[in-house]
Structures are given as C-alpha cells and as structure tokens.
C-alpha cells in the first residue's frame, strides 16, 4: 500500500497564492505519474494538474499560467503551486499517485478563495 499525504490548503484571498505538497510513503515500487485533481461543491472531480516521472507537465485549460505542478523524485513529493487564484479554484484538491500500475488517492485538503 502507499499513503499520500496532503498539506497545504486553506482560505486565501482572490489573487492570493497558495502551495499544496502531497508526500507518498509505503510500497513504493515505481511512481510513474503524480497529478492534482480538484472537486468543486456539487461537481465531479477534474483534473488540475500531472507530471511524469520525466518531468513532461500537463494543466487543466482554466490553470494555465497560474498553476505550476512539479515534483521531488528523491522525496516522492509532488507539489502545485498556485498563484492568482480565483474564487473559482475552491475545492477540495486531491493528489493521485500511479505506483507500478495502481493508482491511490490522498485525503484531500480544501481551498477556499474569497471574492
């Protein structure tokens, strides 16, 4: 089993900026993708963000320019750095792991932007 580890949500203000790590412990063979999901009140969970192992990035259209998804190999962190956020980015964010073909989900952990 892996666990994920989420840290870093919280309440910001429109235009403020906050960053999410999310640390995967446990049997860890081979993390081949991370990414970043967010599910919004009322609405299905999307994708925000994703890195390979290799470093090739993919976003979400409505995070673009904002939104900045890296990662530690050495830690098994991944982390999403968002900036100019929006009262539209409130949701809960999750991290995703594929570790040798399985994929896990972390707890979540909220954000909140105000207007």
């Known amino acids: 089993q892996v666990q994920l580890v989420e840290s870093g949500g919280g309440l910001v203000q429109a235009g403020g900026s906050l960053r999410l790590s999310c640390a995967a412990s446990?049997?860890?063979?081979?993390?081949?993708?991370m990414a970043w999901y967010r599910q919004a009140p009322g609405k299905q969970r999307d994708l925000v963000a994703a890195?390979?192992?290799?470093?090739?990035?993919d976003y979400a259209d409505s995070v673009k320019g904002r939104f900045t998804i890296s990662r530690d190999n050495a830690k098994n962190t991944v982390y999403l750095k968002m900036n100019s956020l929006k009262p539209e980015d409130t949701g809960v964010y999750y991290c995703?792991?594929?570790?040798?073909?399985?994929?896990?989900w972390g707890q979540g952990t909220q954000v909140t932007v105000s207007s």
């Open positions: 995703n792991v594929f570790n040798f073909g399985r994929s896990y």
């Open positions: 446990g049997s860890i063979i081979s993390i081949t993708s």
């Open positions: 890195i390979t192992s290799g470093g090739w990035t």
